[in-house]
Nanobody, 132 residues
């Protein structure tokens, strides 16, 4: 079993930045390495569908980002600490949403990682609110 816990959300003014973290734990990692799991970030605003934001492969060597956040959001991971970080910059009101991290073993390609249905594990989310 894998548990994911997001943190780092909050209220920020437009143009501001936040650092979102996703911490992974669970007995799965007693026999399987966190580096075997790709991690994605999604967000969901009230009344809207869950939207892909970014993903990183298990090694951290390949990252993907939605067009709407490219150049503003950066995803990275520290496999020694079982954490994935989403650095978000130049925030605007349109970025207001609950941000979720999710994990899947393996996987390849942006099309794959942008599909929320492929992920096996989800966190409960962290709220990001951007005021104008």
């Amino acid at each position: 079993h894998v548990q994911l816990v997001e943190s780092g959300g909050g209220l920020v003014q437009a143009g501001g930045s936040l650092r979102l973290s996703c911490a992974a734990s669970g007995d799965t990692f007693s026999s399987d390495s966190f580096s075997s799991y790709s991690v994605g970030w999604f967000r969901q605003a009230p009344g809207k569908e869950r939207e892909f934001v970014a993903a990183v492969t298990g090694s951290g060597g390949t990252t993907y980002a939605a067009d709407s956040v490219k150049g503003r959001f950066t995803i990275s991971r520290d496999n020694a600490k079982n954490t994935v970080t989403l650095q978000v910059r130049s925030l605007g009101p349109e970025d207001t949403a609950t941000y979720y991290c999710a994990a899947v073993r393996g996987g390849f390609g942006r099309t794959y990682f942008s599909n929320p249905g492929v992920y096996s594990y989800w966190g409960r989310g962290t709220q990001v609110t951007v005021s104008s």
